[in-house]
């Protein structure tokens, strides 16, 4: 595997590789990887003749009061699992070859979507999501890009830049593959948020995933939420659970013929966790 740390130098590689006739696969991360990022990999691997990895936390997409700070940087790490799983390269570029002083970076806006949900509780953070997604995708030149559904409302965001960019013809074609949420065997999501929690908080975390279930086995709204509400341990701060269009993120009153998701956020101790379940009623 390579570290690249510099944009021109990725550019060649990249370049090379397409002239091969390679398909480049591409999977951003912010680091402090875990099995999760790995089947991002291993399924890239499968789709696609030539892994691009990315590692870099983004400024932009933290508020003030975040986590940008303390948020865990583990390059030595996360390059040795990379290069264990066989990713073929791992793009680790500094914040001035992402934000050049004198560059002209297109910041983008999530709009609407962007300011409900994460967005409402994080503003900004989807605006400074998709201007670094817009950038990498810019400086990869990825065939096939791989996220994961526990971002859900992230993901739907990327999908619908591509689609408009794609379709006035301001970007190459480039698939986005949703891969499953990874979890541990209890039903807690991976995130790199994890590793912010005690033992005991891991317990009350689990409680998430919990919630999404219970509120799984009702149609109506209502009751899906105080089912939920009720599987969530009292330990864990509810900032949303919402009965959703799986793709529009609009309220659903209910899910009866509908591809619909729960989504849930709740603070475990200073962490915060997000989780989603798509529950397809079309059948
Ligand atoms: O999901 C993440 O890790 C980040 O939001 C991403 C897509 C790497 C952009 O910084």
Redesign the pocket.
């Known amino acids: 595997m390579q570290l690249i740390q510099t944009a021109h130098e990725l550019a060649e590689v990249v370049a090379e590789q397409k002239r091969a006739g390679r398909k480049i696969g591409f999977v951003?991360?912010?680091g402090a990887l875990h099995q999760g990022h790995a089947a991002l990999v291993e399924r890239a691997k499968l789709e696609s003749d030539f892994v691009v990895v990315s590692i870099?936390v983004?400024p932009l997409?933290f508020g003030a009061g975040e986590d940008f700070d303390k948020y865990p940087r583990t390059l030595d790490v996360d390059a040795r699992l990379l290069s264990d799983i066989g990713a073929d390269v791992l793009f680790a570029p500094s914040a001035a070859e992402i934000y050049p002083a004198d560059g002209q970076i297109k910041r983008l806006s999530a709009g609407e979507l962007g300011e409900v949900f994460e967005g409402k509780t994080r503003p900004g953070h989807f605006d400074g999501?998709l201007t670094?997604?817009n950038r990498l995708f810019d400086l990869v030149n990825p065939d096939l890009v791989f996220?994961g559904a526990k971002?859900a409302q992230?993901v739907a965001l990327v999908r619908r830049m591509l689609n408009e960019q794609i379709s006035v013809g301001e970007r190459a074609p480039i698939r986005l593959v949703e891969c499953e949420t990874v979890r541990d065997l209890a039903g807690l999501a991976l995130s790199s948020r994890n590793r912010y929690l005690s033992e005991h908080q891991v317990g009350v975390a689990r409680t998430l995933i919990a919630a999404l279930r219970e509120a799984a086995k009702f149609e109506d709204r209502a009751k899906a939420l105080d089912a939920g509400k009720a599987a969530l341990s009292p330990e864990a701060r509810l900032d949303y659970l919402e009965l959703v269009d799986a793709d529009s993120f609009e309220v659903l009153e209910s899910s009866k013929g509908k591809k619909a998701r729960l989504i849930i956020a709740a603070y475990v101790g200073d962490t915060r966790l997000i989780d989603n379940l798509v529950i397809d009623r079309t059948s």
């Open positions: 951003p991360t912010m870099f983004n997409q999501m670094v997604v996220f971002d992230q």
